[in-house]
């Protein structure tokens, strides 16, 4: 503190400074290398040396007399700053010594000095403040470099192509580099210092959402990293960003606030999206061409397979129509023939009578011929004839039944007509064979209508259906227990009236049965459990597309392992038209 001896008044003291300035002591005072000025308790400044008034931009001392430092140039907010710090001086009259203080001008500078700041005392009284400044170039010297360190900086966060920012413990801004600034749509970088995200343009679901995100990185000291976000920037613009938060730390290792870097992915993410699409849009080529493969596979094996039982109707017709002539002949012959052998026979029973004593040639020739056998045996040869020929006659009947493929019209029909030509042409694989005993065939048929359908189609069900269960039966004496060999093999076909306008056909077998896997895939074209080249996969796949899309029924399995098989084949007795 400096006491002074003459004046104890603030005018007074004003009079005494005033008074050096045209004294040896003013001399001194501009001579010295300080800058020096004194103000009154109210920071009126009551005087100061050449140097400091040059410094504020005035020529003679004398001009500062009365001023205050709002009319001095020095940055806004700065004056109020001075007058609290000449305030705690006389508040607290301890003087400062060797103080390092910044000075802010008006165009920007900011100068540096060590300052010694004391109290004026009179009589134990705080009549003003003397300041007295020494410029020092070293923190002037540290201070640009700061300064130019931190424009570099900027210079350098502003041409990385990511946006940053940074905020405070608080969310609210420190900085931003220009990306982020007119992506926020902000044109000077330092208005967005002081602010948070509810004051930008963000809504505020998504204000809320980055306040969030900021305190859970700072609360638990844990970046987030490639953050994806859909968001609308300044210009209206769409964007997609990669958003990575770090929290911030002082020397201490205290989180003190967190930092951002947002990229624009955009381009990015629609080039992705644009790729999932095409490979989408490819995957849907790819399916389509395997489905359409496949129908052509499945198309080609299904002509095939259609023309196989084709040809075979055709056969089978052709060898129906061509026994059918000489059996009618024979069949149609039997009948006068009887009647002739029947005249005959009686014509020997008179000569018999008549002429008991025969001659002697004839006797032996009568005894050589056996004629008392072949009177008996005769009228019985000729029976077994008719019965024989009827019997190919209902074969041959049967076999025109089956060989209806080529008939491209429904016709209402006899079901059972179908099922038993089926398993007369099957009749072969049905017998005994290297005695491992034959297949017996049971029938339970109910009183069905006639069914309007394609019946060579639906003979052609029949046929994959029931040698698909003789297949089973077979392989079931192969391969499996003897205690589910000893049992009969079985096929059963059952038919029944579900309404009046539905039938349903069950042809069940008792061989192994299958798996739910197989079951699964049992109508997919070309699945098949025979080894290669013992099967095409597409018997009942072509039953399915029959049964199913020709005749608007159904066509099911229910089969467990070691219970056997049922296949369950439901059609309508009239068809919609279509």
């Not at 570099?152 to 905020?167: C, E, R, S, T, Y």
């Not at 608080?170 to 007119?182: E, I």
């Not at 997609?240 to 992915?265: A, F, Q, S």
């Amino acid at each position: 503190m400096m006491s002074l001896g003459q004046p104890r008044t603030t005018e007074s003291l004003a009079s005494f400074f005033n008074q050096t300035q045209d004294t040896s002591l003013g001399l001194i005072l501009d001579t010295i290398p300080q800058y020096i000025f004194w103000k009154d308790l109210n920071s009126v400044y009551l005087g100061c040396n050449q140097r400091w008034a040059e410094f504020v931009g005035l020529v003679d001392p004398k001009e500062i007399v009365g001023k205050t430092d709002d009319d001095l140039p020095w940055l806004p907010g700065e004056a109020a700053v001075y007058r609290e710090r000449d305030r705690q001086l006389i508040v607290t009259r301890q003087s400062q010594r060797r103080v390092l203080i910044s000075l802010w001008k008006a165009n920007g500078e900011q100068v540096w000095f060590e300052a010694s700041n004391v109290p004026l005392l009179h009589e134990d009284h705080v009549t003003g403040i003397l300041y007295t400044f020494e410029r020092t170039t070293e923190m002037e010297h540290q201070a640009e470099t700061l300064r130019k360190s931190a424009e570099l900086l900027q210079l350098v966060l502003d041409n990385i192509p990511q946006a940053i920012f940074w905020k405070d413990r608080n969310s609210t801004y420190l900085g931003c580099n220009k990306n982020w600034a007119q992506a926020a749509g902000i044109q000077n970088l330092a208005e967005v210092v002081g602010k948070t995200d509810f004051e930008l343009l963000w809504t505020p679901e998504e204000s809320a959402l980055y306040y969030e995100q900021d305190q859970s990185v700072m609360d638990t000291d844990t970046p987030v990293l490639h953050l994806i976000e859909h968001r609308l920037e300044a210009h209206g613009r769409q964007v997609w960003i990669n958003v990575n938060k770090i929290p911030i730390h002082d020397t201490d290792g205290k989180v003190i606030g967190v930092l951002g870097t947002i990229e624009d992915i955009s381009d990015r993410k629609h080039a992705e999206i644009a790729l999932q699409q095409s490979e989408a849009h490819l995957r849907q080529q790819a399916q389509q061409l395997e489905q359409m493969l496949q129908q052509l596979r499945s198309a080609q094996a299904q002509l095939i397979q259609t023309e196989k039982m084709s040809s075979l109707g055709q056969l089978v017709a052709g060898i129906a129509h061509e026994i059918n002539n000489p059996v009618n002949f024979i069949h149609g012959n039997i009948a006068p023939a009887t009647e002739y052998a029947e005249d005959l026979l009686r014509l020997v029973h008179l000569y018999h009578h008549h002429y008991p004593n025969p001659h002697p040639d004839i006797a032996a020739e009568s005894e050589a011929i056996e004629l008392e056998f072949l009177m008996l045996d005769l009228p019985k040869l000729l029976e077994s004839m008719k019965v024989g020929t009827a019997r190919i006659k209902q074969i041959v009947l049967s076999l025109r039944n089956f060989s209806r493929m080529d008939e491209a019209d429904m016709k209402a029909v006899n079901i059972h007509d179908g099922i038993e030509s089926t398993l007369l042409i099957l009749q072969h694989r049905l017998k005994d064979k290297l005695g491992q005993g034959g297949i017996q065939v049971v029938k339970e048929y109910g009183n069905l209508p006639q069914v309007e359908c394609y019946a060579g189609q639906l003979n052609q069900v029949f046929m994959n259906i029931i040698a698909n269960a003789i297949e089973a039966l077979e392989e079931r004496d192969h391969h499996h227990s003897k205690e589910l060999c000893q049992r009969p093999k079985l096929i059963t076909i059952r038919t029944e009236c579900l309404s009046e306008s539905r039938v349903v056909i069950r042809i069940q077998d008792n061989g192994f049965g299958m798996p739910a896997s197989v079951q699964q895939r049992l109508f997919d074209p070309f699945f098949t459990t025979k080894p290669v080249g013992q099967g095409t996969g597409l018997g009942l796949s072509i039953s399915y597309q029959i049964v199913v899309e020709k005749h608007q029924g159904v066509l099911k399995c229910f089969s467990e392992p070691g219970q056997g098989s049922e296949f369950w084949i439901e059609i309508p007795t009239r068809q919609r038209q279509l």
